[in-house]
């Protein structure tokens, strides 16, 4: 079983930045993917951000070049930066991490940026 630990989630001003973490933890033996989703109220959960181990990433065309996708591999901890933040980024992001055949979800990190 794995566990994951969201923090960085919170209230920012149109314009500001935050910076999202997620830890790993519990019977880890391999991580592949790890990335970020973000789902609005009434809205589906969509991709925001995913890193390879190796550090290849792709991200949602509404967030490039705002937001930075990155991974310590020895912490088992993936970030996101996210900077020129806009109300349209208001969402409840949650972290999934992949390991050879699963997956697991975090329970969620609210964000709410006001204009």
């Known amino acids: 079983q794995v566990q994951l630990v969201e923090s960085g989630g919170g209230l920012v001003q149109s314009g500001g930045s935050l910076r999202l973490s997620c830890a790993a933890s519990g019977s880890i033996f391999s991580i592949n993917a790890m990335g970020w989703y973000r789902q609005g109220t009434g809205k589906q959960r969509d991709l925001v951000a995913v890193?390879?181990?190796?550090?290849?990433?792709n991200y949602a065309e509404s967030v490039k070049g705002r937001f930075t996708i990155s991974r310590d591999n020895a912490k088992n901890t993936v970030y996101l930066q996210m900077n020129s933040l806009n109300a349209e980024d208001t969402a409840v992001y949650y972290c999934?991490?992949?390991?050879?055949?699963?997956?697991?979800w975090g329970k969620g990190t609210q964000v709410t940026v006001s204009s």
């Open positions: 890193i390879t181990y190796g550090g290849r990433t």
């Open positions: 999934r991490v992949d390991v050879p055949y699963n997956y697991y």
